[in-house]
């Protein structure tokens, strides 16, 4: 049977992607939804398995207000899908309770693991609570012993539960005391508890207790159980009898530690599924599955080993041990070879517990446990798509008991989460290689630009600019030597000539000042802010704190068109008097900020293209040198621009700097 999807998003340019990359994968599409009422709508008529929602829905993160309804109204899976969701987006997230996480752009592979993870996490927790309830309603429906007692304490009534659990049939009770009869040893001094004592301390406001221990039969056996003593009041005040009911808390017990041993996996689980969705880097995500592998499964070493395709092997890749007869170990790879795992492992039997190595000569590796003392192992295998990826390997010295079955699944549980994350770590390293090389790519793009600037600059000002000059000064002689009837004309072509110069010596400088690689940035921002000023009638509050020195280029140049956009914005769309810059060093950063206290705009909807375009250029450029750059804007309230470049060469953690924000 297919898997019903239903998808949340209003980006119509991403529905047929996803609905192409899901049929097929085989995934049935019951739905497109954008609204929480399409989703209400959607989810009653075609009767999803699972939500694909964008977390960004809306452009507001209205996808997690999505999930919120998804997981107080329906029992559903909800995968979030992303492309440029911030940190305190996916931290708000988490709240949902989300089973994963698809980054743009889609990769197949990417999201068949996501999916199929989704589904088997939710299944398994839907297993549990059945599990659970089950175990309550068997909890519930325990019989139960009864023996009523007289005010003289001699037995009138035993039930055939009671007569079961003590060894004493109905006859052999009759004008016994319940001394004889109900042996209760307290379990923490293995002495008998005194029932008679118990009733007469009992409060006769309260007519009811309750004790455990194990309940001594007749034949010697003993049981623990759960006891009730209820006095019996005629109504004169004065006690008229006992009555005990008691239950065998046997099956009881086991139920409770059954729940905690589930409780324990599906925390472990869920522990895991937080510490693996944390991590990104390959490194991280294994040295993570083996300490959780660890701990989760009481293992003295556990290793992840992931296929060398090259030698038909599996690698070490990670091992976490307290065992010094294994810390220095590296070269347990060439021992594990792929056809001897795959005699052990299959995709549909993907763990195998072996409690004696020697069992399995085909293991070569066996002459090394032998002698480092290994005698039990678990393997599972870590599948994508079918394919055998890896392996993830617990090891024990010595024999090890088992709870077999409680072990297989956690540890495939385990197991199919690390593939999962492996898989979306190997996916993450590609991105960030694509994003990398595309960063590369940018930055010889804005520097080919800026030196192509440079050089058209110069051309302008050297040689167009000094034809023109030549040109000014022939026609002023040739004025000199025409009759009258031609100076006026002469006179209007110098005018134009002298116009065409001015324009020209303009397009220099904007397309870049050669005061900028002559003197520095100071200098520059300095005569940019006064032309600025004669341009637009704008005044530029300038404050430099402390920055004397020169940069090196690239920090000039990003700094001086960060600005220089800036202040061209401000001119357009504002509608101000006065505009304030800042440039403030601080240990190895440059931060830059502008401020404007005009009408502002939206900041998730840009009042033109051009003003988009020339604010997403801003954070490129800073993007390319390792920091980044920030547009706040309020309407009615401003704008403020701050960028933050790194002057050592090293990126900068954006989420340990804290902005405040000074619009308003």
Not at 340 to 368: G, H, M, R, Y
Not at 391 to 415: P, S
Not at 591 to 615: C, M, N, Q, W
Request: proline letters at 2%.
């Amino acid at each position: 049977m297919s898997t019903n999807i239903l998808i949340v998003t209003h980006e119509q340019n991403m529905i047929g992607e996803l609905r192409e990359l899901l049929t097929r994968l085989g995934y049935k599409i019951v739905g497109i939804a954008a609204t929480n009422e399409e989703i209400i709508k959607k989810i009653e008529e075609g009767k999803p398995d699972l939500i694909l929602a964008d977390i960004r829905l809306n452009g507001n993160g209205g996808g997690i207000k999505t999930g919120h309804l998804v997981r107080s109204r329906y029992d559903l899976p909800i995968i979030y899908f992303t492309g440029s969701a911030s940190e305190t987006t996916v931290q708000r997230a988490k709240s949902t309770g989300p089973f994963g996480y698809i980054f743009k752009p889609f990769d197949e592979k990417q999201i068949y693991a996501t999916i199929e993870t989704a589904l088997l996490r939710h299944d398994l927790e839907l297993e549990l609570r059945e599990e659970r309830r089950w175990l309550n309603t068997v909890l519930d429906s325990i019989n139960e012993g009864v023996i009523a007692l007289d005010d003289h304490g001699i037995i009138r009534f035993i039930n055939p539960i009671a007569t079961q659990l003590t060894g004493w049939s109905q006859v052999e009770t009759v004008g016994k005391t319940l001394y004889e009869v109900f042996a209760l040893i307290d379990e923490s001094s293995h002495e008998r508890l005194e029932i008679a004592g118990i009733k007469k301390s009992i409060n006769s406001s309260s007519l009811e207790t309750r004790v455990e221990g194990l309940l001594l039969s007749k034949y010697g056996k003993t049981t623990p159980i759960e006891a009730d003593i209820t006095i019996m009041q005629p109504g004169n005040g004065q006690a008229s009898g006992m009555v005990l009911v008691f239950r065998d808390i046997t099956k009881s017990r086991e139920a409770v530690q059954e729940i905690r041993r589930q409780s324990q996996r599906a925390q472990a689980l869920v522990e895991t599924a937080a510490r693996l969705n944390a991590q990104l880097e390959l490194n991280s995500v294994l040295e993570t599955v083996c300490n959780i592998s660890n701990q989760a499964l009481k293992a003295d070493a556990t290793a992840v080993l992931l296929q060398d395709t090259k030698k038909n092997s599996f690698k070490l890749m990670a091992l976490d041990t307290q065992v010094m007869a294994l810390e220095k170990y590296e070269d347990l790879s060439t021992e594990l070879h792929k056809s001897a795992l795959e005699s052990i492992l299959a995709e549909e039997n993907s763990v195998a517990l072996i409690d004696n190595i020697q069992t399995f000569p085909q293991l070569t590796c066996l002459e090394l446990f032998k002698e480092k003392g290994i005698h039990t192992i678990g393997i599972a295998g870590l599948y994508r798509q079918h394919d055998l990826i890896g392996i993830l390997i617990l090891i024990y010295f010595g024999a090890k008991t088992y709870q077999l079955e409680d072990t297989r699944i956690l540890l495939k549980a385990l197991a199919d989460q690390a593939a999962a994350s492996i898989t979306n770590a190997n996916l993450f390293e590609q991105v960030r290689d694509g994003r990398e090389r595309q960063k590369a790519l940018a930055s010889k793009l804005v520097e080919i630009q800026e030196s192509e600037r440079q050089h058209i600059a110069r051309e302008l000002h050297d040689q167009v600019g000094q034809v023109l000059t030549g040109l000014q000064f022939m026609l002023e002689s040739a004025k000199n030597q025409t009759s009258n009837a031609y100076v006026n004309k002469i006179s209007e072509a110098q005018e134009t000539v002298s116009s065409l110069i001015e324009q020209i010596r303009e397009m220099s400088l904007n397309l870049r000042p050669m005061m900028l690689d002559d003197f520095g940035l100071l200098p520059t921002l300095l005569w940019h802010f006064e032309r600025y000023t004669q341009q637009t009638g704008i005044k530029v509050l300038f404050e430099n704190h402390e920055l004397t020195e020169r940069l090196s280029p690239n920090i000039e140049t990003t700094v001086y068109r960060i600005v220089q956009e800036a202040l061209t914005n401000v001119a357009r769309y504002a509608k101000v008097a006065e505009v304030s810059v800042q440039l403030t060093p601080q240990e190895n950063t440059l931060e830059i900020e502008i401020v404007d206290h005009g009408i502002g705009f939206d900041s998730y909807v840009h009042p033109s293209k051009r003003s988009a375009v020339g604010l997403a250029g801003m954070c490129e450029r800073a993007n390319i040198l390792g920091g980044y750059a920030e547009v706040r804007s309020v309407p009615g309230a401003g704008t403020q621009i701050i960028a933050v470049l790194p002057l050592d060469g090293q990126p900068i953690n954006r989420r340990n700097r804290v902005r405040s924000n000074h619009i308003g």
